[in-house]
């Protein structure tokens, strides 16, 4: 087991996983890697590693697989993915699929709740941990979300005793699903779509999850990592890493790529850094920021 988190202070490796599987069961090594560290690195440590298993950060996993495809990197051995912490989206599924040919399987947790819904083997609909958690989905007027709806999650804890947590808004939104094909009969949800601050505001004061033309970037721009930050209703900061500076030309192509895939003109301020991106302390990274209110 590979694990890239944010609290691990340095690099090291051990004869197990540690506590609690390891006292359940009979496992492998295990090699902790600090987020911090330069991608490359991570790399380099990854393929002598030879892990079986990768656990990391959706964000993280996104520079790997694009470091790995554009180098002609194989991680030997990788067979299963475990996303935590952030959103994983369709698209880097897919990306991650292709560059490292590996399964990837999510993680719905926090650190209020711990696990809430894990990702099924054979449907990828998410199956809600309802021996622990009472998990809702209700919409604005607080109704419980049908089939197909997207809603707020609502979390009451049945086993935190010292501080239980009661209908707790957790602050994420999720899409409801249909009971899963395979047979588990737990309740599932078929997306998680991210945190509130993560909508766009439009400037008529509307919400939605916003789309950036992510897949049309690397088209125009030799572009790494990218942030949005919303500021105004019509202002919006884009952060951005790249391999070499970028020309005027590419930065007007892409400013046509994101104001299209926003669906109007908005003001976009360009900023850029030499490495990688601030993460939040607890290591998480969030493509899409709103820093408005409605």
């Known amino acids: 087991l590979s694990a890239i988190r944010a609290n691990f202070p340095a690099y090291g490796c051990g004869e197990e996983w540690g506590p609690p599987t390891s006292l359940l069961f009979r496992t492998g090594a295990s090699q902790r890697i600090p987020v911090t560290t330069?991608?490359?690195q991570q790399v380099e440590w990854l393929v002598s590693f030879k892990p079986d298993?990768?656990?990391v950060y959706p964000s993280m996993l996104d520079a790997i697989a694009l470091h790995c495809r554009e180098h002609g990197i194989e991680l030997e051995g990788l067979s299963h993915i475990c996303t935590v912490g952030e959103t994983l989206s369709p698209r880097l599924r897919e990306d991650v699929v292709a560059a490292l040919s590996a399964r990837v399987f999510d993680n719905y947790s926090s650190q209020e709740a711990g696990v809430i819904a894990l990702q099924c083997p054979a449907s990828e609909l998410y199956h809600v941990m309802s021996e622990t958690l009472i998990v809702e989905v209700i919409d604005d007027a607080g109704r419980p979300c049908a089939e197909g709806e997207i809603g707020r999650v609502i979390v009451t804890d049945l086993h935190n005793f010292?501080?239980?947590l009661i209908r707790y808004d957790i602050g994420d939104y999720a899409e409801v699903s249909a009971p899963c094909p395979c047979g588990r009969g737990l309740p599932t949800l078929k997306r998680i779509l991210g945190r509130e601050r993560n909508l766009i505001v439009m400037p008529d004061g509307t919400r939605h999850w916003p789309k950036v033309g992510r897949s049309r970037?690397?088209?125009?721009a030799p572009v790494i990592q990218y942030q949005?930050?919303?500021h105004g209703r019509e202002d919006i900061e884009v952060r951005f890493v790249t391999e070499t500076p970028l020309?005027?030309?590419q930065?007007?192509?892409l400013r046509d790529v994101i104001q299209e895939a926003l669906g109007f003109p908005f003001n976009l301020r360009f900023?850029?850094?030499p490495d990688n991106l601030p993460r939040s302390a607890n290591g998480k990274f969030e493509e899409f920021v709103c820093k408005i209110g409605t």
């Open 251 to 253: 930065e007007h192509d």
């Open 53 to 55: 298993i990768l656990l």
């Open 271 to 273: 900023s850029y850094f």
């Open 247 to 249: 020309t005027q030309a």
């Open 162 to 164: 010292a501080t239980p």
């Open 217 to 220: 970037f690397r088209d125009v």
């Open 38 to 40: 330069d991608v490359k």
């Open 228 to 230: 949005l930050i919303q």
